[in-house]
Each structure stands twice: as C-alpha cells, then as structure tokens.
C-alpha cells in the first residue's frame, strides 16, 4: 500500500481559518468564509496547509510552522514555463544570504508536488548548483491563491505576488504583478533588510534606501524639512 506523503491524492487542508472565525451556522459556506480572509499589509498573514516537495522528499506543510521567523512568500505562475524558473533559481542562487538573513522561501503554484520534483531534477539543478532547496508547494485548486488575491480563475493558475512576512506572522510587503516581467530578488532582500532595520531601530526609510545610507527619525522636527537631510539627486542610483 502507497504511504500517504507519497501517494497520488494526499487532501491538504488550503487555507486554514483561525478559531474565532469558525462558521457561525451551518448555512455559511467555506468560500464565504476565506472572504474573510484575503491577504493585506499590515494585517496577520493568512495561515494554510499545503503539500510540497522539498529537499527530495514529499512533505505538508502550514505557514505556522515557521512562526517567529521571516518568511518569503513567492507564487508563480507554472513549472516548466519562461520566467518562472529564472525567478526561481534567481531566488535559489541568494539563499544563503536569505538565511543568513533568518529568512525561510517558500514557492508555490497550481503544479503538483510531482512536477515540482520532475521541473527540479529535469531543469532547475542545470541552473542553479544543487537546485532548488527550499520548499515547493502545491496550491492545485488555487485556494490559497485566492485568499492571497493573486489566482486567476480564467487562467487556472496563480499569477506572480511576493509576500514579506514579519517573525510575528504581519505580512510587510506584497507586490502582485502580471506574468510577463520576471521579479528582482535585489529588490527582495533590499525590502527585508530594510523592514528588518525598521524593527529593529523604530525609525524609517526614505526612497531607495539601502543599508549604510541615512534613515529618517519621524518627530514634528523632522515635518517640512526632509529636504535638509535627504534629495534625489543624492541617495538615488541610476538604473
């Protein structure tokens, strides 16, 4: 008999809604209750189980299993398609810096655990040295999708969205953008250092900021006169 981490339909949970949010009568539908609970900045990062492939093995996870920690969040349209396994081994190939970082990646798509498994061995270690090492997750029915506004019902898949995570589950940053053009993971690991910084010291950071430059200490002082300390011209590159 096939183990069930193995086995072709192992259900997975999808979103998980916290207790105080359980249907309050038997008339209320799932769909109406993960409603409730789409993802927003500033805002409790919506929990969920999924099955994945990771580290050459199948698994189930929950986002809750990395509480306390940072977590990057990243959809992506399909395995075996154009952009998406630059994206991913872009990813792959800062890792280290990541976790050196305390920052834990999961990637997810409507793919099965299964292909994830054939993409990795098939394509992404000829890309990045050892391939892919941390999780990829299935999200089939594009459930957690939905509850993170980035599933496309015409298209059948989740669309390109990067969700920041703080270490007490508040997500920090998200951008959602259509297939076509590939996300920078410069810009990602800017992000983390930069709210990390935040929470660390309280103050905040101008445009473009990266670490070394001037941050900004908000006080009445500082209202009106943010020209004095920080210009364009000056702290901003070129591309």
């Known amino acids: 008999m096939a183990d069930i981490k193995t086995a072709c339909v192992q259900p997975a949970r999808g979103p998980i809604k916290p ?64 952009v998406c396994p630059t994206e991913i081994t872009a990813v792959a190939s800062r890792y280290d810096e990541l976790q050196g970082l305390g920052v834990q990646v999961l990637s997810v798509s409507t793919d099965s655990r299964f292909s994830h498994k054939i993409w990795q061995d098939e394509e992404l270690t000829k890309m990045v040295s050892g391939g892919v090492p941390f999780p990829m997750l299935e999200d089939s029915t594009g459930r957690i999708g939905s509850v993170y506004g980035v599933y496309d019902e015409d298209a059948g898949v989740d669309i390109r969205g990067r969700f920041i995570i703080d270490p007490d589950g508040v997500i920090q940053a998200m951008e959602v953008m259509t297939p076509s053009v590939g996300r920078n993971v410069n810009e990602l690991i800017r992000q983390i250092k930069g709210f990390q910084y935040v929470r660390e010291t309280g103050e905040v950071l101008p445009a473009g900021w990266q670490p070394g430059q001037p941050s900004l200490k908000p006080g009445i002082d500082l209202a009106g006169k943010v020209w004095e300390v920080w210009t364009p011209e000056k702290f901003l590159q070129k591309a």
């Not at 580290?55 to 399909?78: E, H, I, N, R």
Request: proline letters at 8%; hydrophobic letters at 35%; glycine letters at 6%.
């Open 19 to 82: 207790p105080a949010e359980q249907p309050d009568s038997a008339q209320q539908t799932f769909a109406e209750e993960e409603q409730k609970m789409i993802a927003r900045v500033g805002k409790p990062a919506p929990d969920f189980e999924a099955n994945a492939y990771h580290q050459g093995s199948f698994k189930t996870l929950k986002l809750s299993d990395y509480a306390g920690q940072w977590v990057v969040l990243c959809f992506y349209p399909g395995d075996f398609t154009f």
